[in-house]
Structure formats: C-alpha cells, structure tokens
C-alpha cells in the first residue's frame, strides 16, 4: 500500500497563475482532506470530502476549489495564485477515528 | 470542538519517560482526546486517542483525568526519532473527522 500520495512535490508559481495540487489514496477510505500549514503554525483545513461526490469548506477555503474525482482522488486547485498561498498542503484520508496523511507539497508564489 | 492548551515546548532525555500534558476544560461528553505528531515537516502521524478510559498501544499511553478536563500523553522510553511536536485534539468521533489543529507541543529528546 502506497497509502496518500500527493504530487508535485515541490511548486513555485508566479502571482495570478493556477495549478492543481494532486492526492490519491489506495486505503478505501470514504472521507479526505486538504489542510495548508504555514510556517511555526499548526495545520488549518482548507476543505474536506467525507464521500466520493461531496465536499465541504473548512477553516480557509477562499482562493481554493476542490474536485472529489473518485473515491481515491480529491484534487486542490489554485484558480489565481497569491503570495499569502504560499504554504505547505497535505492532503489526509481517514477511517472513522485515524487520518493518515500524504508527505505534502511546498507551494511557494512570487 | 473544544480547544486544547499545550505547553510549547519540553525536553526529555532519551531513555526516560516523556510526559506531555494537554488541558481541555471545555471538552464535551461525546468529544474523544486525540494525540498526533508531527516529525520534522513529514504529515502529521496519529498516535493514540480515548474517551474517559486509559489507552495504551505500542506507541504510546493515554492519561486522562477523571473529570476529563485534562490528558497526558506518555512516551515510555523516548528516542531520538520520538523528537517532533506533539498535537493534542478534541473532537467528536465519527462524521467528517475533520481535525483543529494548535500549535503543539514541541518535543526534544536529548541523548
């Protein structure tokens, strides 16, 4: 089991261009998330999917849209990237009580 | 969900118990005690969770107090690689298993 996989790893981006940020998990689970970390701070979540079809915002959803493609895939896409999108995002799946969650991307906007 | 209050920072010796606190006063009857860590810049790995009962596994063992308004977490022989900042969440089980994360504890073991 590769368990949550995220690409790209790394991504540097000008201001007001977009990208989409990828996450599969091969766990069967129904429920996953996407959270950015910012640095010295925990983690905030953007959006999650607790089903294949549904999504919900979070703590900051603003300046993202999410796609639940499948069960396995739940994509972030950043329409006009902006400085303040500078981050780290993980994507996380869970069961009804654990969340096992991806290595993460480096976004960073100039 | 209720909040959490965790100290910053601790350190502990290698070899010996690590023993990190939370305060959750506010904590509701249905809402669980959730520890995960998190190494270095990896994602954020589960740990153990309880709801009023004490929890053990081969991480780690949960503490919670009687009233339930408190927890410590127990590392019972620390290791180098156990350095890494510790989040203690609360949260109701099951629904969207969305999680609130603070700031953490950041945990130094020192050989």
């Known amino acids: 089991n590769a368990g949550v996989t995220q690409t790209p790893k790394f991504q540097v981006l000008k201001t007001g261009q977009s990208m989409t940020l990828q996450c599969a998990q091969d766990?069967?689970?129904?429920?996953m998330y996407w959270y950015r970390q910012d640095p010295g701070m925990g983690l905030r979540l953007i959006y999650y999917s607790a089903s294949e079809g549904t999504t919900d915002k979070g703590e900051v959803p603003n300046g993202y849209n999410v796609s639940r493609l499948n069960k396995r895939e739940f994509s972030l896409r950043l329409e006009s990237a902006a400085p303040s999108q500078t981050s780290v995002y993980f994507c996380?799946?869970?069961?009804?009580?654990?969340?096992?969650f991806g290595p993460g991307t480096r976004l960073t906007v100039t | 969900d209720a909040k959490t209050t965790q100290p910053p920072s601790m350190d502990c010796a290698e070899g010996r118990a690590a023993n990190l606190p939370c305060n959750h006063s506010t904590i509701s009857g249905n809402e669980y005690v959730y520890w995960y860590r998190q190494i270095h810049s990896q994602g954020p790995q589960y740990i153990i969770h309880?709801?009023?009962n004490n929890e053990t596994n081969e991480m780690a063992s949960l503490i919670i107090t009687e009233d339930r308004k408190s927890s410590t977490l127990i590392l019972p022989h620390a290791t180098l690689r156990d350095t890494a900042v510790y989040y203690c969440i609360v949260r109701v089980e099951g629904g969207a298993n969305n999680l609130f994360f603070g700031t953490g504890t950041r945990l130094t073991v020192i050989p």
């Open positions: 309880g709801l009023k």
């Open positions: 996380a799946s869970s069961t009804h009580y654990e969340q096992y």
């Open positions: 766990m069967n689970h129904n429920s």
